[in-house]
């Protein structure tokens, strides 16, 4: 598959999921700031506005679930057509369920995809045809697709997962700001996926303990990167397509509700320089606010527990120097899309599926 292929397909699954993640990052910033930064704890509630918010909160998770399935599933799309939507959103869904996240997620559906398309050229009785599409793709491609996934990667996955949080609290004993950075460079990794997740989970226990610094940096380095995307974007705007900038900007309301996935959509179509730049400014982020005695008792609801924290500004100034730092490096390193780009990008915008009956 030529390289042109493989990056139309993605920017395909990319735009599908741009919609959503743009409802469900809007919703938890709506949510946290209206219902307070623990409205997803508050199920038992009894007065109206509390439980309107709580339904709003449930409603961006939601959204937030689905992110990486309908990417998986518009991938497949793009490669195999319709038959390939039903087993990728499958298989995208249990890539969130084991932590592989969206670069699980995005390796599945050009599996998928390619799978389905072999499978089309093998040759089956007439009676068979009508049934290839509806029943017989789908059903092998989410049956060997799915098993082959969780079998290869479920098990490296939570061992490579154990091993890095017994390594991040191994690091307690030494430098705050390394612990820090790493923390925060795990959160800017891989986005809301396994790396991120396990970074945060490591955050949270310590959190539970009383050591309270960690949760600081986790938040600021969930912050960090859709911030400096979006500046990125303001600083360089030749490097950036119309639909690109539309995207980055955003991705600044959903960075200060933190919700990290704003930047998915940039890291899918370009993860080399988009995640390299968030994990160099989330771990100095990360590391500038457990050295500057930045404590946090919320886990989560970005700027709006800000004013909860132990030293409040010195967490700002970490924020703003880390998002400086990945909007530089971003911006430094992408390259200046060419005409071809923009007209693919705005193409894949206005793809729809097409389905009829009979």
Not at 11 to 20: D, L
Not at 125 to 135: D, E, I
Not at 285 to 293: D, F, H, V, W
Request: with cysteine; hydrophobic share 55%; charged share 10%.
């Amino acid at each position: 598959m030529k390289k042109f292929e493989i990056k139309k397909h993605v920017m395909t699954g990319i735009s599908y999921m741009i919609p959503v993640v743009v409802a469900g990052g809007i919703l938890y910033g709506l949510a946290k700031g209206f219902g307070g930064w623990d409205i997803g704890t508050k199920a038992d509630a009894t007065d109206i506005w509390t439980v309107f918010w709580f339904h709003v909160n449930t409603l961006a998770s939601t959204a937030m679930l689905f992110a990486v399935p309908v990417m998986t599933a518009g991938v497949a799309y793009s490669i195999a057509d319709r038959p390939g939507i039903a087993p990728a959103l499958v298989i995208g869904y249990i890539s969130v369920q084991i932590r592989a996240g969206f670069l699980g997620g995005l390796l599945m559906g050009i599996v998928v995809g390619v799978f389905i398309n072999w499978l089309k050229k093998m040759p089956v009785p007439n009676w068979m045809k009508g049934l290839m599409p509806v029943l017989i793709l789908p059903v092998v491609a989410t049956l060997v697709c799915g098993v082959a996934f969780l079998a290869v990667l479920n098990v490296p996955i939570v061992s490579l997962m154990d091993a890095l949080t017994e390594f991040i609290l191994g690091l307690q004993s030494g430098s705050k700001f390394i612990l820090g950075a790493v923390i925060g460079a795990c959160m800017g990794f891989d986005l809301g996926g396994p790396v991120n997740k396990t970074a945060s989970a490591v955050a949270n226990a310590l959190g539970a303990d009383g050591i309270y610094g960690p949760m600081s940096s986790k938040i600021v380095g969930g912050m960090t990167p859709p911030l400096g995307i979006g500046l990125a974007a303001l600083m360089a705007p030749k490097k950036f397509t119309k639909t690109e900038v539309e995207m980055a900007k955003t991705a600044v309301p959903m960075g200060l509700a933190f919700v990290t996935e704003g930047v998915l959509p940039f890291a899918a179509a370009d993860p080399v320089r988009v995640i390299g730049s968030c994990m160099a400014g989330s771990a100095i982020a990360g590391g500038m606010t457990l050295a500057l005695g930045v404590e946090s008792v919320a886990g989560h609801g970005g700027v709006f527990v800000i004013p909860m924290m132990v030293n409040p500004w010195m967490f700002i100034l970490a924020l703003v120097v880390g998002s400086i730092v990945t909007a530089v490096m971003y911006a430094f390193l992408k390259k200046t899309p060419t005409e071809g780009d923009a007209l693919i990008q705005e193409e894949i915008i206005d793809l729809d599926i097409d389905i009829t009956v009979g």
